[in-house]
């Protein structure tokens, strides 16, 4: 329904609306997504806890992830749920324990780099919610373990949309690197190449935002689109 919906709608809107990830289609999602969390935020903390907020601001930024570039490891589900909850966790403890609001948000930040690093969760958005509940904890509201309630329900609203619209528009979630029966069977170069690509990436010393699995299954495809052109033309000129 919801392809149908967005095939049709390309017809009518301008190019890139749509199509490869457009705008359309990330705005369209996060819209849906906050909305579902701010709404299971009202009828679970509402009634019960009025004092609690129902959205904590780091979602934002971490909706933009999900329905833009669902395909980024910094969007995948374990990031987004495990990065802003361990996050605010070490955000919350460092303004108790430090008490001091610019060392505690220092403190807290660094930490939940280190830990969202160790525990393979690594999302921009968890800086955000580190800073955020610390500032809340050294706050006037002195913010409490209560308080991870909001993003513990903002992160699944947010997983949950995010698994059912980025399925439902053809752009599976959580990521999978698009394989072709012709890769299945890897001649040597092919693993030559991944071998190869593995170790330069290893020398880099550097984080790229692209799975390794993703860059292989691209060479793969450019490869093949190469060989298809050079046997094309082979073929004309014949």
């Keep these: 329904m919801i392809r149908g919906f967005l095939r049709h709608g390309a017809q009518i809107l301008p190019h890139g609306a749509l199509g490869h990830l457009g705008w359309l289609r990330g705005a369209l999602g996060g819209a849906i997504g906050i909305a579902c969390a701010g709404l299971l935020g009202r009828l679970t903390l509402g009634a019960t806890s009025p004092a609690l907020p129902l959205l904590a601001a780091p979602i934002g930024a971490s909706a933009v992830l999900v329905f833009a570039v669902p395909a980024s490891p910094l969007a995948q589900p374990w990031a987004v749920i495990g990065g802003n909850l361990i996050s605010a966790t070490v955000g919350l403890v460092a303004g ?5 609001t610019l ?3 220092a ?3 660094g930490l939940a780099i280190a830990a969202m690093s160790l525990a393979r969760c690594l999302h921009p958005p968890g800086g955000a919610c580190a800073l955020l509940y610390t ?3 050294t706050g006037a509201e002195h913010w409490g373990p209560a308080h991870l309630a909001t993003i513990g329900l903002n992160v699944l609203a947010l997983g949950l949309v995010g698994w059912l619209f ?3 528009t053809g752009h599976p979630w959580p990521h999978r690197p698009v394989t ?3 890769a299945a069977a890897r001649d040597t170069r092919s693993t030559q190449f991944r071998a190869a690509l593995t170790a330069v990436l290893a020398d880099w010393n550097e984080v790229v935002d692209a799975d390794v699995d993703d860059l292989d299954a691209i060479f793969q495809a450019v490869e093949r689109r190469i ?3 050079v046997s094309s033309s082979g073929a004309k000129g014949g």
């Design 96 to 100: 108790h324990m430090i008490g001091a």
């Design 103 to 105: 060392p505690a948000t």
């Design 107 to 109: 403190v807290a930040v």
């Design 135 to 137: 500032l809340g904890a």
């Design 166 to 168: 980025n399925n439902l």
């Design 180 to 182: 072709t029966p012709e």
């Design 227 to 229: 060989q298809s052109g």
